[in-house]
């Protein structure tokens, strides 16, 4: 494809997008005012009918949870995208991947940065596990707890070595927590099927509004969720540095 030909299905293609941006927004609602019947719907069940407080985190692991699934193994499948993309191969002579500004000096992470990571990293991981077990009762959940709980052993790697960082995070270990978490959702929903519901309907106690117990398998799978986002995460840190790593070494 030459020049002017890609040139040209460039800016066709960007002008379809923004006519279709412009259709999409040109119909919606004064901002502020709320016009979806769903959105009342959700509102007047998710409190007297999940014990949930969180509309956000009723809609994804409850009213529409099959999809959420969906959501949750796009992430996986990317994960195991980069995994496979960045794999070691025997025949692979590591040319590509030669620094083109020979004689670049890297310097080491300054001391500010080091202790500043390492002070983090213990209210980083209680934040992130707050994030994730307190989906039901504020914004959050386990995608999004998930995604702070991985930043833990980045600020790890930045206050140690690489050595030290994979040994605190063994690729096997890590593979392992997140095929757990992403086969939690699925095993989750398939309990609630064997025990007379359907997929992902509540089978436990909603417990009681407000606590920590309350939204019944809502938390269950919000544990699952954040285990699969943090693992997933951190094992493309592993193949990313380790690819940085073997760069280097050549």
Request: one cysteine or more; aromatic letters at 10%.
């Amino acid at each position: 494809m030459t020049r002017p030909i890609r040139t040209l299905f460039f800016f066709v293609s960007a002008a379809l997008l923004a006519l279709a941006f412009w259709l999409s927004y040109s119909d919606l609602a004064p901002l502020g005012r709320n016009t979806s019947a769903y959105g009342d719907l959700v509102n007047s069940i998710t409190v007297p009918q999940r014990h949930i407080t969180d509309a956000v985190t009723a809609v994804n692991f409850d009213i529409r949870g099959f999809d959420t699934l969906g959501e949750e193994f796009i992430l996986f499948a990317s994960v195991l995208g980069v995994v496979l993309l960045m794999r070691r191969r025997s025949d692979d002579p590591m040319g590509d991947h030669e620094d083109k500004a020979r004689g670049r000096i890297v310097p080491y992470p300054s001391d500010a940065v080091r202790v500043t990571a390492l002070l983090l990293l213990s209210p980083m991981v209680l934040f992130g596990l707050y994030i994730v077990s307190h989906g039901q009762l504020t914004p959050g959940g386990g995608f999004q707890g998930g995604v702070v709980l991985s930043t833990a052993p980045l600020l790890f790697y930045l206050a140690s070595t690489y050595p030290q960082f994979r040994a605190v995070t063994p690729p096997r270990l890590i593979e392992a927590a997140e095929a757990v978490g992403a086969s939690a959702y699925i095993f989750i929903g398939g309990v609630c099927m064997a025990l007379g519901g359907q997929f992902l309907e509540n089978v436990l106690p909603l417990g009681k509004t407000g606590t920590l117990v309350s939204g019944g398998t809502v938390a269950l799978i919000d544990l699952g969720v954040g285990l699969e986002v943090s693992a997933g995460f951190v094992l493309m840190m592993l193949v990313y540095l380790e690819e940085l790593m073997e760069a280097k070494e050549q």
